[in-house]
């Protein structure tokens, strides 16, 4: 009874949270763009860069809060390699130091005030180049969310601009119908791709656009019209997911460098050994019933006669139920030579962070490594002066 008493405390403040915070809500949705233009915008610093111009642009959204790092630096010079102008927008005021070794290595810097988290940012660069964008031949949006570009993989501005399609991520997200999941609970034979459903979409770090979508008005206007929000939720619903179906309704083709459309047939390529240190090697950050389930079941398929049919079906349902820009770090690297490794993975969960740290050392990432044990370092210290 004092349980369910509880409960029913948690579930009425809650509510009440939810009723308080309503009117803040509905003001920032329809709002919240107007605000920023007029009223925060102000804070906004534009800096010419030494970085020469050319007709291949990528935003870098950074956010820096602990001072500039060397990865921001080897991306910085990657995108020069590949002849991309950086247009580099930090959602955090720069010290004087990383400002001027910042602008070594760009174009233009923004500094901006952190008000719509990443797309706030993209929106700020793309307006930024509004009367230029029907004149480039290549447009990418990329953030520090990843370490990237790991040195043995694929060159990804590259590879985007090579596969053909007016619009490529890095990863898709959305694969399967979550109806038919829960139904079966084995996936060993039903994993589907399909653009179509209505939460389909290309994760934000890393986009690439060509010049049929940077032509079309209806893509600038979706960044004038976007719906700026301090709401982590309703940012990636508004702007991760709305430009991913933006992208698939607009009649532009698309794509991915990371292919997953026939990732049940990948994984019966890989011999037992494969399967099962793919299957070891998840990522499951936010699901802690997933990853307990992950736990028995590889206790359990130790000699196990079904053990290729158990691993893959799970496989296959926590890279749907966790996206695979998290879950497929390992298989994603190895078999795919997909060059970005998330970040919040480190703090989200022990396990996943261990996993991190073991594939950026066993890769020869020691620049990543590094910074990775430094973040851990960071967000533990963070984390114990909380608890005091």
Same mark, same amino acid.
């Given at each position: 009874m004092r349980r369910w008493l509880i409960k029913l405390r948690s579930y009425l403040v809650w509510q009440l949270g939810r009723m308080a915070r309503a009117p803040a809500v509905l003001v920032n949705m329809l709002f919240g763009t107007l605000w920023y233009d007029v009223v925060v915008a102000r804070g906004k610093r534009i800096f010419r860069g030494n970085a020469v111009d050319a007709t291949r642009v990528v935003i870098y959204l950074i956010f820096p809060k602990d001072g500039l790092l060397a990865s921001h630096l080897v991306a910085l010079k990657h995108f020069l390699e590949d002849g991309y102008a950086p247009i580099v927008v930090s959602n955090v005021s720069l010290s004087l130091e990383d400002r001027e070794e910042l602008l070594q290595y760009t174009h233009h810097l923004i500094e901006r005030p952190n008000y719509g988290y990443d797309f706030g940012g993209y929106r700020d660069g793309i307006l930024f180049l509004r009367d230029r964008?029907?004149?480039?031949?290549?447009?990418?949006?990329?953030?520090?969310s990843v370490w990237f570009p790991l040195a043995k993989m694929q060159d990804w501005l590259l590879a985007a601009e090579h596969l053909g399609p007016d619009a490529v991520g890095a990863v898709s997200n959305y694969f399967t119908d979550p109806e038919d999941e829960r139904r079966s609970g084995d996936m060993s034979e039903s994993w589907q791709y399909d653009t179509q459903y209505p939460r389909f979409h290309y994760c934000s770090f890393a986009l690439s656009f060509g010049p049929a979508v940077l032509r079309d008005a209806r893509f600038l206007r979706f960044w004038e019209g976007f719906r700026l929000s301090n709401n982590k939720v309703e940012t990636i619903r508004r702007g991760e997911v709305g430009l991913g179906q933006w992208v698939v309704r607009s009649g532009h083709t698309h794509s991915c460098t990371l292919d997953l459309s026939h990732f049940d047939v990948d994984l019966d390529r890989l011999d037992d050994a494969r399967l099962r240190e793919v299957a070891e090697n998840l990522l499951i950050p936010e699901d802690p019933s997933l990853r307990k389930e992950k736990a028995l079941l590889l206790a359990n398929t130790v000699g196990n006669s079904d053990q290729r049919r158990r691993l893959k079906?799970?496989?296959?349902?926590?890279?749907?139920?966790?996206?695979?820009?998290?879950?497929? =770090? %390992?298989?994603?690297?190895?078999?795919?030579?997909?060059?970005?490794?998330?970040?919040?993975?480190?703090? =989200? %969960?022990?396990?996943?962070?261990?996993?991190?740290l073991k594939l950026l050392a066993e890769q020869g990432e020691h620049l990543f490594h590094e910074e990775a044990l430094s973040l851990l370092k960071r967000r533990s210290l963070a984390d114990a002066t909380t608890a005091h």
């Open positions: 964008l029907p004149t480039l031949d290549r447009l990418a949006l990329m953030n520090d079906s799970f496989i296959l349902r926590a890279t749907a139920r966790t996206g695979p820009a998290y879950a497929l =770090l %390992d298989f994603a690297m190895r078999e795919k030579k997909h060059g970005f490794v998330k970040k919040s993975p480190l703090w =989200l %969960d022990e396990e996943s962070a261990g996993i991190t």
